[in-house]
């Protein structure tokens, strides 16, 4: 199919890469694997050519993770986000506006800040949404703030009154909590606690009753959702049969609710056709988006396999093109 829009696809920047020491993802990923990771986050013109020859019109870019999420000190995170916003900017989108938009970086270590930045990147850069890498650390690297978290709803409302869609993207897991992975370094991150992370992250947003005071907030989760499609059907049914314990949220409606209503999900990095039914049979085919995860995936994996999957063709262009172009406002 020609025509795909794609849409968690990440790019680094010199600012990026002078805070993060990348040689334990190297350690658990491989070196090779990441040496030409990180040589295209940078590269602009391979990414356009693998483009080209996967028939991929636009590219959504985000900042890759952590991103201003794990910076400790609130201000330096602030002046981070804005930094990063005009260097993707003038690094990728104005040089090739035909092919590239951006998700703006926020710093939720003040959600005032980050409001005033989104807003300020939608408006002055044409961002269209934001992308955070899950939870914020707060004063140290073991704590963490939740978007579903009291202090992080100035941000929503912000969100709400401008009307554009935040990915969730995800992070490794706190520190504290990574006791079941010793051993299993490589289990940390985006091979299988990502997903874990991130399905519970959406998960308290749908419980904490966010989507009823803004019903019109729109999150994305990539990787066919971190897994909830097959898992929601459960989790309804234990929290129904559970309905008078404990922490079971504010939410008014199910979460099977929220997820048909305020969630879009993409094919990032889970090429499966037999996962992407089963999101197409919970969600509808007008919430799932095609997507690859460059430069961590390769866009002749996802666009091969997404290309010659077995869907119809009026899916495969809702998919591929047309689903993003309605939730996005692109022409």
Request: zero cysteines; a negative charge; glycine letters at 8%.
């Amino acid at each position: 199919m020609k025509g795909k829009i794609v849409l968690e696809e990440h790019v680094s920047t010199e600012l990026n890469n002078s805070l993060w020491d990348a040689s334990g993802e190297a350690t658990r990923n491989g070196r090779v694997y990441m040496a030409d990771v990180e040589r295209r986050l940078l590269d602009s013109d391979q990414r356009i050519a693998d483009m080209d020859r996967n028939g991929i019109d636009l590219a959504i870019l985000s900042l890759t993770s952590p991103g201003a999420q794990s910076l400790l000190d609130p201000r330096q995170a602030i002046a981070f986000a804005q930094r990063t916003n005009e260097q993707v900017t003038e690094q990728f989108v104005a040089r090739h506006p035909q092919r590239f938009k951006a998700f703006a970086t926020v710093a939720l270590q003040s959600p005032r800040a980050a409001a005033d930045e989104l807003e300020r990147a939608v408006k002055d850069y044409g961002m269209v949404g934001a992308l955070i890498n899950g939870y914020t650390n707060i004063g140290n690297a073991d704590t963490a703030q939740y978007l579903d978290e009291p202090p992080v709803w100035e941000f929503w409302e912000r969100v709400a009154a401008l009307n554009v869609p935040v990915y969730l993207h995800p992070r490794e897991p706190l520190p504290s909590q990574r006791r079941i992975y010793e051993g299993y370094p490589s289990l940390v991150g985006s091979a299988w606690g990502f997903a874990h992370e991130t399905a519970t992250h959406a998960i308290r947003l749908m419980l904490s009753g966010l989507f009823d005071r803004y019903p019109n907030l729109t999150l994305i989760l990539g990787h066919l959702a971190e897994g909830l499609p097959l898992m929601l059907p459960r989790l309804e049914h234990r929290l129904h049969m559970q309905r008078e314990g404990e922490g079971l949220g504010n939410a008014k409606k199910t979460v099977s609710h929220y997820f048909s209503n305020n969630f879009y999900l993409t094919t990032a990095g889970h090429f499966h056709t037999k996962g992407l039914l089963d999101s197409i049979s919970e969600i509808g085919v007008d919430r799932v988006l095609f997507s690859a995860d460059y430069p961590y995936e390769s866009m002749a994996t996802a666009s091969n396999w997404f290309d010659e999957t077995l869907i119809s063709e009026n899916d495969r262009e809702k998919i591929g093109r047309g689903n993003a172009l309605r939730l996005f406002g692109l022409k």
